[in-house]
C-alpha cells in the first residue's frame, strides 16, 4: 500500500513538474531592463559620456530612468519617463527596480489616466505625449499601467505603443 502511494506521488510530481518547467523557464528568458533613480536635483542628461558634453535636460532628485545598458568613463546611458536619451554621472543614480522589456511603452499623444476602465471614471493624471509608462495587464480597448514616478491606471490601449 505504501508502495503504491509513494509510485502514485511521485507520478503527480513529475506530471506537475513538465507543465510548471516550460512557464518557468519561458519567465526566466524574458529580457528585463533596470529601473535607476536619481538621488540629486538637477543631474544632468547629457549628449555623451562626460561633462564637457552639451546637457540635454535636467532631473530632479527621484526621477527614474531606464538603464540602456552601456557604462563610458562613469556615465550610465539611461531613457528618462519622457524618452529622453543621454548619459548621466553614475554617483546621481541608485538601483530602483527593473521591468520586464515588452511591458515598457510609451504615450503616442496626450492621453488620461482613469481609477477604472472607462471614461466616466475619475481621472488620475494626464500622460504626455512621448511619456514611458509599464503596462502590467491588458482589458479589451484598456491597459492598466503604471508611471514611473508610481501613479497607476487604466488608459486607452490605442494610445499607447511599445517601446523599443
Known sequence: MKRKILLLVLSVLLIVSTVIAPV?????????????????????IRK?????Y??????KNGAKVFYLGKDEKSFCYVRSDHGVTGYIYKGFLKSYGAAYVDQVYYATLRARVYKKASTHSSRKTTLT???HVIVYQVKGDWAYIKTLGGTGGYVKKSALKKAK
Open 24 to 44: 518557468s523557464a519561458q519567465a526566466a528568458s524574458k529580457k528585463t531592463v533596470q529601473i535607476l533613480q536619481v538621488t540629486v536635483d538637477g543631474a544632468r
Open 48 to 52: 555623451g559620456p562626460g561633462s564637457s
Open 54 to 59: 552639451d546637457v540635454i535636460t535636467s532631473l
Open 129 to 131: 505625449k512621448g511619456q
